[in-house]
């Protein structure tokens, strides 16, 4: 029984450990191993660099995410732990680095075209708790900047006919195409989902714009282009050493009668060609693909590296979700002109919450097969385990043993005899053994032999005495074997019983603490 209770205490301090780093310790060793980018290895950030934390396709699961019912307990528990987990990597991963800027690159929600108004303010009202966008009021504005994913308005066959999505999007998260300014760097936001829609439709034309608006070639003010679908890039394009998952090549599908797309996961050449001629980007940032992507595009002015950030949701078909720090600098407010204006990119990876789960569940199927296996006196009881020890100890025995082991054969008595010359010498007394028993030998004169009494004169039992004696020996098996199932029965309610009080201690002491860890980081500061 005391094997038993160490076996739960030992269970119970690894089940807390477990505990404390799958909800807790993961998120602050994502936040260690990741830091501002600088410019070289042994500098660190510039205080005149604008701090950029970029977040990619939060993509917020909805009724329209695995085709359940609002109401649905799966899709609700679904939610909670994707919202919560979002909310962890943001509290514990990202607002540690204290950015002066958050950039959010699309795909807030998932089916945002297609929900309801009072479902798409359910799913706002959760997008802002978990970027704690209600606690704006209490801490230091930090500016956020959104762009417009296709989960959020949709392609440009579908926002064709149902404008009212724009609408709602831009009452929330403000205009699709603008500029800001981060340091002495301009950031250009593109509606991605318009710029190959109908030829005729006035969201594509003023998309189009908007960017021959801009002043082309301004070298003091280098520009970042910032688009939620990808540029195109030629199939089987390398991405990299940070991809994940199989590449994907390009497709696009159209709506028949020149509608606009129903779906493209990069933008045609043709509209990613004019982008960087018109723009002349130092730098592309993208999502849509939930996947991180890095690719760098020729053109006439030189090379433009494009960095396609992976989704910070673990639910979106990426096992290694992901953000990035972006540095810009020197700030506005700097007025020297030797330091030049430069664009320093560090992609950083965040839990794999579905590892976490399932190391979860590999352990605990072994704290059940340790409870159910393991022996009430502890491993000593184990017959292998008793040989091998056993065996180990006549080892250290005979090599590490200094004094030699007594002879029984060196007990005796010694007398003492002179030789011829006068010496003495210790001699041992011969030591008369006791004669063997056995059944035929002679113990002495006048002794009485006995021997084994031969066969013939042994009496042949009665046929009545064999059966009585038979029937009480079957009698006797039978209530052996009824006592040895009892014992088996009562063994085997004992185990259960012990496993049902160690399961009951381990989980009173760690649920409360996982509970305690899930309203931490789900409540409101």
């Keep these: 029984m005391q094997s038993a209770t160490r076996l739960t205490l030992l269970l119970c301090a690894a089940w807390a450990a477990t505990v404390l780093y799958g909800e807790m310790g993961a998120y602050w060793a994502s936040y260690l191993v990741c830091s501002w980018p600088s410019s070289s290895p042994s500098s660190s950030?510039?205080?005149?660099?604008?701090?950029?934390?970029?977040?990619a396709d939060p993509q917020l699961m909805d009724s329209s995410s695995l085709g359940l019912p609002s109401s649905s307990v799966a899709l609700q528990a679904a939610e909670f732990y994707t919202d919560l987990n979002m909310r962890r990597s943001f509290q514990s991963a990202i607002l540690p680095f204290k950015p002066d800027v958050v950039l959010f690159l699309g795909d807030h929600f998932d089916g945002g075209p297609y929900l309801s108004d009072e479902e798409w303010q359910e799913s706002l009202f959760r997008f802002k708790h978990i970027f704690s966008l209600n606690e704006q009021r209490s801490k230091p504005h930090v500016p956020i900047y959104y762009l417009s994913g296709n989960h959020d308005i949709g392609y440009s066959a579908f926002f064709s006919v149902h404008p009212e999505v724009l609408g709602r999007y831009e009452k929330e998260f403000g205009s699709r195409n603008y500029q800001f300014s981060a340091g002495k760097v301009d950031f250009v936001v593109i509606d991605a989902q318009t710029l190959d829609g109908a030829k005729k439709s006035k969201e594509r034309s003023s998309s189009w714009e908007f960017v021959k608006s801009l002043s082309p070639g301004n070298a003091s003010h280098p520009k970042v282009l910032l688009t939620h679908i990808p540029l195109y890039r030629p199939d089987n394009t390398p991405c990299g050493p940070h991809r994940s998952s199989p590449i994907i090549n390009q497709r696009v599908s159209y709506a028949a009668l020149d509608q606009g797309i129903t779906y493209q996961n990069y933008l045609t050449k043709e509209t990613s060609d004019l982008l960087l001629s018109l723009l002349k980007p130092v730098l592309v940032l993208s999502g849509h693909d939930h996947d991180q992507c890095t690719v760098v595009h020729s053109t006439p002015f030189g090379p433009v590296t494009e960095h396609t950030l992976g989704t910070i949701s673990w639910q979106q078909?990426?096992?290694?979700?992901?953000f990035m720090l972006l540095s810009a600098g020197p700030k506005l407010s700097q007025n020297s002109t030797d330091m030049k204006p430069e664009v320093m990119t560090n992609l950083c990876f965040l839990?794999?919450?579905?590892?976490?789960?399932?190391?979860?569940?590999?352990q605990f199927a072994l704290t059940i097969l340790l409870l159910v296996f393991w022996p009430t006196n502890g491993l000593g009881s184990l017959p292998c385990l008793n040989t091998f020890i056993g065996f180990m100890r006549s080892v250290g025995a005979e090599l590490f043993s200094r004094t030699k082991e007594k002879n029984d054969e060196d007990d005796g008595e010694y007398e003492m005899v002179f030789d011829a010359e006068g010496s003495m010498h210790l001699v041992k007394k011969a030591v008369t053994k006791a004669p063997s028993a056995s059944s035929d030998s002679r113990v002495g004169r006048g002794s009485v032999v006995a021997r084994a009494t031969a066969g013939k004169h042994q009496l042949e039992p009665d046929s009545s005495v064999l059966v009585e004696m038979g029937s009480e020996m079957t009698s006797d098996d039978g209530a052996k074997l009824a006592r040895t199932s009892k014992l088996k029965v009562r063994k085997v309610l004992?185990?259960?019983?012990?496993?049902?009080?160690?399961?009951?201690?381990?989980?009173?002491?760690?649920?409360p603490l996982y509970m305690m860890l899930l309203f931490k980081d789900w409540i409101d500061h």
């Design 317 to 322: 078909g990426n096992l290694y979700p992901s």
């Design 45 to 55: 950030l510039p205080n005149n660099h604008v701090k950029i934390a970029v977040v």
């Design 494 to 511: 004992q185990r259960l019983f012990r496993v049902i009080q160690s399961i009951v201690v381990i989980a009173a002491l760690n649920v």
């Design 351 to 362: 839990p794999k919450q579905t590892h976490i789960y399932i190391w979860y569940i590999c």
